[in-house]
DNA sequence: CACCATGTTCCTTG
DNA sequence: CCAAGGAACATGGT
């Protein structure tokens, strides 16, 4: 489920129905997803808490507990990885197959399950220090973007994944916000002009927050066993109550046509990672010919 | 069987 | 020391 508006998404349920919740019971299926913390410490830290709040930063989940013993404030700190969801299901009802933790609470449990167990719930704070900037937020400048992108020939499509960039974009949303900047994701970060640095700065924070938006309007359906929760995007399933429209301009489109212009979107591979754009509807990288700066392509 | 998948970290190479 | 590239992690879907 995981990139920065599924999170969101999630962490505005969860906080509202965590709150004043008591842990009675850790059940911890999976060791390794509680790493470097480990079950036996997160067990003590957490038996008998209580949830104060839940907010997010990037990807991360941040839980707030109150210790049942001395009343101090726990953070508990999760990640999804790539498959990781939470959903609530009935206390003493099975776990799902691929359940890593279960917090048990007196009427039921919260269940982070993972098939592929790339996700984390422990008490480590520290890869949240690691951390750029918010996208949406204030310190999320078009100043910062560009020189975030300044000091690197990496693709820009690449530098977007970096989490120190702006923290929460992932491989979807790099491009469909490239798509929306008509930027090629291919394009050595550093040779942005100042305008497409400023438009792809646009694009980030329109691609989120609209995502953010359509998630939000979707009702969330915790009722687990083989029910679908309703989030999110791409990757509908069948049946599902969702008459949203496809709401991803290229990720996942290849050999379909632009919406834009109806060119042919191409996938590539950047970074070792599928990456999806319009050929046709980018502006095109700027080219110095004999010292007069042409486009290789005009826009549609 | 082959290939692909929303993420992060670790190791190697230059 | 740093930047960049690739493997590893583990399972399921097509």
């Not at 911890?28 to 830290?45: D, F, I, W």
């Not at 941040?62 to 990640?79: N, P, T």
């Not at 890593?100 to 949240?128: N, Q």
Request: net charge positive.
């Amino acid at each position: 489920m995981p990139e920065l508006p599924e999170v969101e998404v999630l962490v505005r349920a969860l906080r509202v129905s965590l709150r004043g919740k008591r842990i009675r019971d850790v059940r911890v299926q999976r060791p390794k997803v509680t790493r470097p913390t480990g079950p036996e410490r997160l067990r003590e830290a957490l038996l008998g808490a209580e949830f104060l709040g839940v907010t997010r930063r990037g990807k991360y989940l941040k839980f707030q507990l109150r210790a049942s013993r001395d009343a101090r404030r726990v953070w508990l700190i999760g990640h999804l990885g790539m498959t990781g969801r939470m959903v609530f299901r009935p206390r003493g009802e099975p776990l799902p197959k691929h359940t890593a933790v279960a917090l048990v609470f007196d009427d039921d449990s919260l269940v982070f399950e993972d098939p592929r167990y790339f996700g984390r719930l422990s008490l480590d704070t520290e890869p949240l220090a690691r951390l750029g900037p918010e996208p949406l937020g204030r310190d999320f400048t078009p100043g910062y973007l560009g020189d975030a992108l300044s000091r690197s020939s990496q693709p820009v499509k690449v530098r977007l994944l970096d989490q120190s960039v702006g923290a929460g974009v992932g491989n979807i949303y790099a491009s469909e916000a490239l798509f929306r900047a008509r930027i090629a994701p291919d394009r050595p970060a550093r040779g942005l002009e100042p305008a497409e640095v400023r438009a792809l700065w646009r694009a980030i924070r329109r691609v989120l927050r609209e995502a953010v938006a359509w998630g939000s309007t979707v009702p969330l359906d915790w009722a687990g066993a083989g029910a679908r929760d309703g989030l999110f995007y791409y990757g509908r399933a069948p049946g599902t109550p969702d008459d949203h429209e496809e709401r991803l301009r290229v990720y996942g489109r290849a050999g379909q046509a632009c919406l834009r212009c109806g060119g042919v979107i191409v996938r590539s591979v950047l970074g070792g990672r599928a990456t999806y754009s319009c050929p046709d509807c980018v502006l095109g990288p700027p080219q110095v010919a004999q010292g007069i700066m042409v486009s290789s392509k005009s826009p549609p």
